[in-house]
């Protein structure tokens, strides 16, 4: 039975416009939904408030047990939630296997977190017992995009779950089923009460009001730079938490000992994976300039050789852009770094929404798609002759998101690393990864640090409130 019912997949009328759940390769219409208006996010966050606190006081095991059958749903519907992100985001079916492995993931260890440790006995002066206690936020409100939608959700909506807290969701509309309706339909079979999930896609003034409503004390967000910093400055008005994960403008770095008929595979996946939409995407390739004209001729033949069309019906390597908006930034990215000298080795192209894999040699400070986050699939590739000069360009980004480096020496890997400030560091590997274990997040204009796995999680959705108890009245001098 299908876990989906495009005809009862919103249970709880929304007020705003209606919007077409569009395929991006085929511009087909999937189904239909209603996008939320801020009267509905208000009236969201008045339920999920009154509801948020039975369900902190339910047992930990009790939360632990719902996060463990959404896990176990996640796997159990694979095949039909496989379709929705294949088709509502254009992924390929291996991208979409992926982002349902990592949420039966993010269940589980959310489950785990439910009965962490919650505390600390302190000392203290008095004649009394002193401790620490982690307690629930109340009602967290998550902000998802569109490029890994069903990862994005769920990483903040199972850990805030399982922690106590009710949640407000509010993905792109552009991937609100495979990014928010298709949680909520797993953790309802998975008898999690109602009202503790609400699913709001909608548009910037939805967002606003989420991020304004005093009943919502934690903003998770992950989206671009620009949209965290107004996010960022909103929640710091209402002196609310704001968890941001931004941009990234992420690079790679090759060594002159790197074994290129190793690296180049790793390095057109960085670029290319998704189409290039994900925020870890390896947007910079820094090689040795003894290897270079040799890496950009070869990453070009395999950017070349890459299947490039409709993920649902044909067996590709990338899907489509997931609109013409994000197309043409893309095209206009690439367009304006030839005209500023930079030579186009391999794409360049695109059919519809359909953009060839692309390699940019030639590049510098002055090449838009080197310096800007372009989110698709294009690999630029600038030369160095030394470490140092490696990590002085590696630095120079306002992001500081993913860091790979390439080398058969590991422990040179590590110290150049060292001198790169970036949230993530991956050696002999490309940029874009994750775990539901790991920690996840970027300094500088990617965000406000690592904000997801085990004890970040615990931070991020929870208070720490000081308790004492005395075994009688306090005395005092007056």
């Known amino acids: 039975m299908p876990l989906l019912d495009t005809r009862t997949w919103q249970p709880r009328a929304l007020a705003g416009p209606g919007y077409t759940v569009t395929e991006p390769a085929t511009g087909q219409a ?12 208000g009236a969201a966050a008045g339920r999920a408030a009154a509801a948020q606190r039975e369900w902190a006081r339910a047992p930990h095991f009790a ?3 719902v996060l463990r059958k959404a896990g176990d749903l996640f796997t159990a519907h694979a095949a039909e939630l496989r379709e929705w992100i294949v ?7 291996g991208k979409a296997d992926f982002e349902l492995h990592v949420a039966a993931q993010e269940c589980y260890e959310a489950a785990a977190l439910a009965s962490r440790p919650a505390g600390q006995v302190l000392p203290s002066e008095a004649p ?19 490029n890994a939608p069903l990862i994005l959700s769920i990483r903040s909506v199972a850990p805030a779950l399982a922690l106590g807290n009710a949640v407000l969701l509010k993905p792109d509309p552009r991937t609100a089923v495979c990014g928010g309706l298709s949680l909520a339909a797993v953790l309802a079979a998975a008898g999690l009460p109602q009202d503790l999930l609400h699913v709001l896609p909608g548009g910037p003034d939805a967002g606003q009001a989420l991020v304004s409503d ?4 934690v903003i998770s967000f992950t989206g671009s730079t620009a949209a965290g910093r107004a996010v960022g400055e909103a929640a710091g008005r209402h002196l609310k938490r704001a968890h941001l994960e931004l941009g990234g403008n992420s690079a ?62 044909d067996h590709v390597h ?26 186009i080795a391999a794409g360049g192209t695109h059919d519809r929404l359909f953009y060839r894999p692309t390699v940019l040699a030639h590049v510098d400070d002055h090449t838009p798609a080197y310096t800007e986050e372009v989110f698709g699939p294009v690999a630029p590739v600038r030369s160095f002759t030394t470490a140092d000069e490696a990590a002085a360009l590696a630095a120079q980004s306002p992001y500081g998101l993913s860091l790979g480096i390439v080398t058969r020496d590991p422990a040179r890997g590590l110290d150049l690393a060292d001198r790169i400030p970036t949230g993530i560091v991956h050696i002999n590997d490309q940029t874009v990864n994750d775990e539901a274990v790991a920690p996840f997040g970027g300094v500088a204009a990617s965000g406000t640090g690592a904000r997801f796995g085990g004890e970040a999680n615990l931070e991020a959705f929870t208070e720490l409130r000081w308790t004492t108890v005395r075994g009688d009245v306090a005395p005092y001098p007056f």
């Open 214 to 217: 005093p009943r919502v004390p």
């Open 128 to 146: 009394r017992l002193s401790y620490t206690r982690r307690v629930p936020a109340g009602v967290v409100g998550v902000i998802s995009p569109f």
């Open 30 to 41: 999937l189904g239909a939904l209603a996008l939320a208006t801020p009267e509905d996010v």
């Open 318 to 343: 990338l899907g489509p852009i997931i609109d013409s908006g994000q197309l043409s930034k893309i095209s206009g990215l690439v367009e304006s770094s030839r005209a500023a000298g930079a030579k």
């Open 63 to 65: 939360r632990a047990a």
């Open 252 to 313: 790679m770095i090759v060594l002159e000992d790197a074994d290129l008929d190793a690296v180049i595979s790793t390095a057109a996946w960085g670029s290319f994976f998704h189409q290039g939409q994900i925020c870890m995407t390896t947007g910079r390739h820094l090689v040795h300039a003894s290897l270079y004209d040799e890496y950009v001729e070869r990453l070009a033949a395999k950017a070349d050789s890459l299947a490039v069309g409709d993920p649902h019906r």
């Open 87 to 93: 088709r509502e985001s254009g992924s390929v079916p």
